[in-house]
């Protein structure tokens, strides 16, 4: 087994990868993000989920080439009603780790390491593809599935909304609003 599947085990931060001891050549490995992962993340729009995540880790002789490929579920919260519900997500990335003078981004795809850098954390970029990766229009699969209650009040809402406008685009109410706007000016 390898040494960082027996820290997934023990709760360590599974997600820092080593540089220094991998070998040249493949390597698997095996996450599985939970609740924890998110709940450690103030900011986060997702609460709660379960994904499963393969990376796969080739070193060469100047960079690392890291393939991530996960699938899951997440909770997210429903854009039409409020409530949350269960959105199913998959997706997949490459990303390169080359050596150079100082750290940082070359492009969205290519990340700058330098010598010395002897492990490699995952876990910003695991939520940030896992945030990418989320759909824009975040709703119950159908409209059913929705918090009836909530949709009853929006349309109430909408309702009223509605005929304030068709009051205002009223002629009687226009001449009304002229005819009180003038008093006011005299």
């Not at 220094?20 to 450690?40: C, K, M, R, S, W």
């Not at 960079?63 to 854009?79: A, H, I, R, S």
């Not at 409530?83 to 390169?96: K, L, V």
């Amino acid at each position: 087994m390898h040494p960082e599947l027996d820290k997934m085990k023990n709760g360590e931060n599974t997600f820092t990868i080593p540089l220094a001891g991998l070998p040249f050549g493949h390597t698997d490995y095996q996450y599985v993000i939970d609740d924890n992962f998110f709940a450690e993340r103030d900011y986060s729009e997702v609460k709660k989920g379960v994904v499963k995540l393969h990376l796969g880790v080739e070193k060469m002789e100047t960079m690392f080439v890291l393939t991530l490929n996960f699938e899951g579920k997440v909770v997210l919260q429903c854009d039409r009603c409020g409530d949350d519900y269960e959105q199913a997500i998959a997706d997949s990335a490459d990303i390169y780790l080359k050596y150079g003078a100082e750290k940082g981004d070359e492009d969205d795809d290519v990340i700058i390491i330098t010598k010395n850098d002897s492990e490699f954390d995952l876990s910003d970029l695991i939520y940030e593809y896992i945030t990418l990766s989320l759909p824009i229009h975040r709703t119950h699969a159908d409209e059913s599935q929705c918090n009836q209650e909530a949709l009853e009040k929006l349309k109430g809402y909408q309702q009223s909304e509605s005929d304030t406008v068709a009051a205002n685009d009223n002629p009687i109410w226009k001449e009304m609003m002229k005819d009180l706007k003038d008093k006011l000016d005299n």
